[in-house]
């Protein structure tokens, strides 16, 4: 008699063929209240499109087929270009047709921000690497719009929603993308370390020697440089071509062998003389690129949402099809805990995600710009590290079978610690919030009234908010409880968003287990009063 060797039983299919956007109603509730509401039926249409079996497979072969450096062509000449896989280029024409890169700039309209936020939030659950171009972009917009040469010769190029991977000139592109050089040998995050030099070409114009240890997506059609001028650290506007159609000497020297990520471009290069356009004033470089990263760091809370986002879908639906010990594993005491409290992390990420997006869209209130320059920074260090230990946990639904390159959650697991070290490490954040909390007085203020919305919901945030303000108050010995107060900041946002739009079950479950002393501080640990059945049905509505 003869067996099978080879049938395959008890195996989850793959998650594909729905829509991401439809099966998340935390996203959906969170577009609605933050503004974006008109956007459902475009967000509908590309979550339907991004959750195809297709899709999937062009974030897969993306990274599988990393970017390769021709730095020379056969006859010895520079060429310093990137060549991808045709799976890169077809998710960046996505992503430019969606308007993710500059949709809020070609576009405004009350909610432009909120509604690119959750589209980001969506694209980035099938692949990451293609937003870091994306954002970047997105980022150097305002600083050059204040820029007269660079509004008129660029700006129209970028804002359109195409994607050309051609390298030419900009006057002879369909769409345009830009990326950032900040990072040196020598400095890391102190950017006043920095050793490259810019001189006047007398011509209004500056050439630029020096490295950058770090460079971002190379193939971009230009990108925002920092440089040592005459009056300090300037910001420069360097071009892949230079004005007169001469390539301009940016040298690609290798490409970054990085943890994750893979699919995008990191380099570094040398400056050998290239050509800058000085953006703002010589002197104001930090501040000027700041700007931009502002902006980025806004993504960085986008981006690690959305890879929670995609672990949590990965996990629940392998443990509805995963049976073990004679049942359905999403129907094991411990696993529906555990699976639950990582949804309770999602929905309590989405809503500062969007109320963060939000507060973008109204940057002519001073409240709201206040509170844009405290959350940004604060969201960044909190959502970003709990998105490497929810990858994690992930990745564990799955046991050996997550843990393999071929299935999806290894590949978030990888991706997961770029955006905590990416436009500032988690110290850098966490000292930002104390410039941005001494800078203006009314920061506190405007943050206390926003959390003072939930008060009187629950004991445990009422009580929570009392050590806060106290916490705010102490002056003494701040910077070395930089983090502690980062932290208490953003939990107390994220339960006073679930106590005024959540579900109560949900509110309740997230300040009992973060705020009330239940938590162990890993995931598995909700009280017994948890609504599973709640939580879990919110979890992957794909049905």
Not at 88 to 115: C, F
Not at 151 to 161: G, K, N, Q, S
Not at 282 to 301: F, Q, S
Not at 466 to 479: E, K, N, V
Request: one cysteine or more.
């Amino acid at each position: 008699m003869t067996w099978p060797t080879h049938d395959v039983t008890n195996q989850a299919p793959p998650l594909q063929d729905y829509n991401l956007f439809t099966a998340d109603p935390a996203l959906r509730e969170a577009l609605a209240r933050a503004g974006g509401g008109w956007a459902e039926e475009q967000l509908t249409r590309q979550g339907a499109e991004l959750g195809t079996a297709a899709s999937y497979k062009q974030g897969r072969l993306a990274n599988q087929n990393t970017p390769v450096l021709r730095a020379f062509d056969a006859r010895g000449f520079r060429r310093d270009q990137i060549e991808f896989h045709p799976a890169w280029h077809a998710l960046m024409s996505d992503i430019a047709r969606r308007g993710l890169h500059t949709g809020p700039w070609a576009r405004p309209q009350p909610g432009a921000h909120v509604a690119r936020a959750a589209g980001f939030i969506l694209q980035t659950q099938i692949e990451a690497g293609s937003m870091c171009p994306t954002t970047m972009t997105y980022g150097a917009i305002p600083a050059m719009s204040r820029d007269a040469l660079l509004a008129r010769d660029w700006l129209p190029t970028l804002m359109r929603p195409e994607y050309d991977p051609r390298d030419l000139p900009p006057a002879q592109k369909r769409g345009g993308l830009i990326g950032m050089g900040m990072t040196e040998k020598q400095g890391g995050s102190d950017l006043r370390s920095n050793t490259t030099r810019a001189e006047p070409d007398g011509a209004g114009g500056y050439r630029l020697t020096g490295h950058k240890w770090f460079f971002s997506a190379p193939q971009c059609d230009a990108h925002l440089v920092l440089a040592q001028t005459a009056g300090g650290l300037s910001c420069f506007f360097v071009p892949r071509w230079a004005p007169d159609g001469s390539k301009n000497p940016v040298l690609i020297q290798r490409l970054k062998d990085k943890l994750g990520n893979r699919s995008n471009a990191s380099s570094e290069v040398e400056f050998q003389g290239a050509w800058g356009h000085l953006l703002g004033e010589e002197g104001r470089g930090v501040p000027t690129i700041l700007e931009m990263g502002t902006y980025t760091r806004l993504d960085c809370v986008l981006g690690t949402t959305g890879l929670m986002r995609q672990a949590l879908s990965q996990a629940v639906h392998y443990a509805r099809h995963r049976q073990a010990f004679g049942a359905a594993l999403i129907d094991q005491p411990l696993m529906r805990n555990v699976l639950a409290d990582m949804a309770l992390e999602v929905e309590a990420a989405i809503a500062l995600a969007l109320r963060l997006a939000q507060a973008f869209d109204s940057q002519h209130d001073e409240a709201q710009s206040l509170l844009r320059r405290l959350l940004t920074p604060a969201g960044k260090f909190r959502i970003c590290k709990r998105g490497a230990e929810l990858a994690a946990e992930a990745m564990e639904v799955l046991g050996g079978n997550g843990y393999v390159e071929e299935d999806m959650q290894a590949r978030i697991y990888r991706e997961m610690p770029v955006n905590s070290i990416w436009e500032g490490s988690g110290n850098v954040m966490c000292l930002d919030v104390l410039r941005a909390l001494g800078k203006n007085p009314r920061t506190a203020d405007a943050l206390m009234a926003e959390l003072a919305q939930a008060q009187g919901r629950n004991a445990h945030f009422d009580a929570h908010l009392q050590r806060f303000s106290a916490a705010l108050r102490d002056t003494d010995a701040q910077q070395s409880r930089a983090r502690a107060l980062t932290h208490d900041l953003v939990l107390a946002l994220q339960a006073a968003l679930l106590l005024r739009h959540a579900p109560e079950p949900i509110a309740q479950a997230f300040c009992a287990s973060r705020l009330g002393g239940e938590w162990g501080g890993g995931f598995g640990t909700l009280s017994k009063a948890t609504d599973f059945d709640l939580l879990l049905s919110r979890a992957l509505q794909t049905a």
